[in-house]
């Protein structure tokens, strides 16, 4: 086509590259603050503490005790598919909720972050905003990592204009602060509102639970979903080819109009999961009524060859080798724990 000017190729810069995988890994402050929890968890911390304010869209702050961060691997820290959770040669074995060392360089370039981290005896920060880095400089701190990020998206503000209330943000970033709370039971949570200054308000608080794992998870799902969720809730244990299925479902009778109360984790790992939500309505199905929802909390755990949570970059759903096996392990599982509750089906349940 003669008239029309080709345009030339060019390799896109490490800021703009950056900012368009941020579209897909930021998708608005919750987004932010899960990366830098799970961050946080990564490291191993036992206490993460997260402060917000205006619905994290000014100043989001994960602080941690974890393992930190040497000071000369910062840089690297905020480099695009740098990460030391993975050495890249088998995708699928994966122990960490990170691994495709995007947040922190996605962060950056889409907001004001600083990171200050202590590994052995100094301390050190450095700062990216707009996909600017900084240098490194000695800081103080007496463990652990925090990292802050402050006017998110300022520099992308059209993602700006898509941000909700500071309300609606705030409950968001809530959501996932507890759906984390529950994946971790033995860690303690935070998580403080600093919109009005000062010391912020504690809006959310788990101290570390003890016990057994079963014990921790009934008080952290206490501590998050309810006393009234806890107390009636049965206990879930069961497996088969490979898959291990844990957690906590409600009885019939502590159903919900609607699906809130509803977690689902796969290996650690907070998920979304059609198939699974699919799974937990059919155990149900002849237990509750069609606008009733079932409430639990269930973790399968499996093998990390027999799932790929490399579906997407916010991690959120998963895909098994054998899709049949995960369902039907939900269904008998859940289906032999109401029986056993004595809870027959609702159509042969007199009043
Ligand atoms: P990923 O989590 O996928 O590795 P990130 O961009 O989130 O990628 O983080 C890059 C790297 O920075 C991590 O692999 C880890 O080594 C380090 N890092 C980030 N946050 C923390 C933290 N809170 N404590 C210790 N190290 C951290
Ligand atoms: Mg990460």
């Given at each position: 086509n003669i008239g029309v000017e080709r345009p030339a190729i060019r390799q896109l810069d490490e800021a703009a590259i950056n900012r368009i995988a941020a579209g897909e890994v930021v998708e608005r402050p919750a987004s932010a603050v899960k990366e830098l929890v799970e961050n946080a968890l990564d490291a191993g911390a036992r206490r993460v503490d997260v402060a917000v304010a205006a619905g994290g869209k000014t100043l989001i702050r994960v602080a941690d005790d974890g393992h930190g961060i040497a000071a000369a691997d910062l840089p690297l820290a905020l480099s695009r598919h740098a990460t030391s959770k993975i050495d890249g040669s088998d995708l699928l074995n994966i122990h960490s909720?990170?691994?495709?060392?995007e947040a922190l360089p996605s962060l950056g370039a889409v907001g004001r972050l600083k990171i200050t981290s202590r590994a052995g005896a100094e301390a050190a920060e450095i700062l990216v905003a707009g996909g600017q880095m900084g240098a490194v400089k000695p800081a103080a701190l007496n463990q652990g990592t925090v990292v802050e990020l402050r006017d998110l998206f300022f520099a992308t503000p059209a993602r700006l204009k898509f941000l909700r209330s500071d309300r609606a943000e705030m409950q968001a970033i809530s959501e996932v602060v507890k759906r984390l709370a529950m994946a971790e039971p033995f860690v303690s949570f935070t998580l403080r509102d600093m919109s009005g200054g000062g010391e912020g308000r504690v809006t959310f608080r788990a101290d570390a639970e003890t016990g057994d794992m079963f014990d921790a998870l009934h008080g952290r799902l206490a501590r998050v979903m309810g006393a009234e969720f806890a107390e009636n809730a049965l206990r879930i244990d069961a497996g088969r080819e490979g898959l291990h299925l844990t957690g906590y479902a409600a009885l019939p009778?502590?159903?919900?109009?609607?699906?809130?109360?509803q977690y689902l984790f796969v290996n650690g790992r907070p998920v979304r999961d059609k198939l699974l939500v699919g799974a937990l309505r059919g155990a149900y199905a002849d237990f509750l009524s069609r606008d009733r929802h079932p409430a639990a909390a269930l973790f399968l755990d499996c093998d990390p060859h027999l799932v790929d949570v490399n579906v997407h970059p916010a991690k959120a759903e998963v895909r098994f080798r054998e899709p049949g096996v995960a369902r039907g392990l939900i269904v008998s599982a859940l289906r032999h724990a109401l029986a056993g509750a004595g809870h027959r089906a609702s159509s042969t349940v007199a009043g």
């Open positions: 909720f990170g691994f495709r060392g009778t502590y159903s919900r109009g609607s699906a809130v109360a």
